[in-house]
């Protein structure tokens, strides 16, 4: 995987990587980097809990993941404590949606266990 960013002005880069392109800044208009950190955990779980339910086919309707971050007060400001909240819709069993879960987060997803050893990582689920 190879990538680049751009200064363009101010606290605003384009990021590039493999044909896609994102602009990132300090969050004034755009990402900030620990906030696509946050979403990019998100989303590399959600792939995770998706392709295990379907594997042990599970009824999935439709998956919300709410994320909120902690982070440090003094520099370097990074995350202490993550907490993945994640709502189904479906006809779901329980056991299913909490083993996806855990083994998205121990063993699949490869944000979370970059992170794991530096930030606290809870998660929270609800079959709706």
């Known amino acids: 995987m190879k990538g680049k960013i751009t200064y363009i ?11 896609h392109s994102i602009i990132l800044d300090d969050g004034k208009n755009s990402l900030s980097p620990m906030q696509a950190l946050l979403l990019s955990l998100a989303t590399c779980t959600a792939m995770d809990v998706v392709v295990i339910l379907k594997k042990k086919r599970q009824n999935l309707e439709k998956l919300e993941i709410e994320i909120e971050g902690k982070r440090k007060d003094e520099y370097p400001k ?10 189904f819709k479906g006809d779901l069993e329980e056991k299913a949606c909490k083993d996806a879960i855990e083994l998205s987060i121990q063993k699949y997803c490869s944000i979370a266990n970059m992170l794991k050893d530096k930030v606290k990582i809870e998660y929270a689920f609800k079959i709706t």
């Not at 384009?14 to 044909?19: A, D, K, M, S, W």
């Not at 990074?78 to 709502?87: A, D, T």
């Open 78 to 87: 990074i995350f202490e404590e993550i907490k993945i909240n994640y709502i």
């Open 9 to 19: 002005k101010d606290l605003c880069f384009l990021g590039e990587i493999e044909n």
